[in-house]
């Protein structure tokens, strides 16, 4: 059976906080790497590439920022497409995240999809978590704890 459309990852969610400081999560790695990578060479800005490093695994991955508007979006490619959409509610911030452009056999598409799903719906997770009560829940780093090297 082939693909009709391409799949795509998605994860949704409403953080209880304010839109301005939800978008600020996702492009300051001082905020970021609360709840999702260890570190990375610079703040996320229009036309810029960075890099997010992934200290407990040993990894590290460059993005480059595609396009930035305050409070509302953002996307960059990693080495596929993502975007995040930024809706502002009175109960707080509605957060969408879509990754797209997987490549390879259709089955592989599939996976990849299924896996970004399965990663961007933690992330997400984990930062409304920070946000919202200042837990920091480690869902990224307790993901695979045998593939990180030597433990932590």
């Not at 953080?15 to 492009?27: G, S």
């Not at 709840?35 to 990894?59: C, I, K, M, N, Q």
Request: aromatic letters at 10%; one cysteine or more.
């Amino acid at each position: 059976m082939a693909l009709s459309t391409p799949p795509i990852a998605r994860a949704t969610m409403l953080i209880r906080r304010p839109v301005a400081e939800v978008f600020n999560a996702f492009v300051d790695p001082a905020v970021t790497t609360r709840f999702w990578f260890s570190r990375a060479s610079g703040r996320l800005e229009p036309g810029t590439t960075v890099t997010w490093y992934w200290d407990h695994y040993g990894v590290s991955g460059e993005v480059t920022v595609t396009a930035l508007e305050p409070n509302r979006r953002l996307a960059i490619a990693w080495p596929t497409p993502v975007e995040w959409t930024f809706t502002p509610r009175e109960d707080g911030t509605f957060v969408s995240i879509v990754a797209s452009g997987f490549t390879g056999t259709d089955d592989e598409q599939v996976a990849q999809a299924l896996d970004s799903t399965e990663g961007f719906n933690l992330v997400i997770s984990a930062c409304k978590a920070w946000l919202e009560h200042g837990i920091e829940l480690r869902l990224v780093t307790d993901k695979h704890p045998d593939e990180m090297p030597g433990g932590e």
